[in-house]
């Protein structure tokens, strides 16, 4: 059976790090595009960070330059550094993957992504 599990979640203070990763089970979702989104209580949901079959990235301004989003293909994982974390950060944080190898402009299109987890929380507070 083929999924994603996230894991790496929890509460962290302002400014703190964190790691999330997203394990692929029964088939190479690293070798499409892969992306992470986040969603608030209420909200929708937002992509945050994306990465392609050779490692190219995207992120949202919300996050550039704090969050740093990685992949190990023989590992099937992927991963979201977190860094400088900001309580409006706090979220389900989920991972997704794209049938396609390459995320082009569509790459934070929620629509675009067929496979998804099940979310893991992440909580920035003092």
């Known amino acids: 059976q083929d999924y994603l599990a996230e894991s790496g979640g929890g509460s962290v203070q302002p400014g703190g790090s964190l790691r999330v990763s997203c394990v692929a089970t029964?088939?190479?979702?690293?070798?499409?595009?892969m992306a992470w989104f986040r969603q608030v209580t209420g909200g929708k949901r937002e992509a945050v960070a994306a990465?392609?079959?050779?490692?190219?990235?995207h992120y949202s301004d919300s996050v550039k330059d704090r969050f740093t989003i990685s992949k190990d293909n023989a590992k099937k994982t992927m991963y979201l550094q977190m860094t400088n974390l900001k309580p409006e950060d706090t979220a389900m944080y989920y991972c997704?993957?794209?049938?396609?190898?390459?995320?082009?402009?569509?790459?934070?299109?929620?629509?675009?992504?067929?496979?998804w987890g099940q979310g893991i929380l992440v909580t920035v507070s003092s």
């Open positions: 990465i392609d079959r050779i490692g190219r990235t």
């Open positions: 029964g088939y190479p979702a690293t070798d499409y595009c």
């Open positions: 997704a993957a794209h049938t396609r190898y390459w995320c082009g402009d569509g790459w934070n299109s929620e629509s675009a992504f067929e496979d």
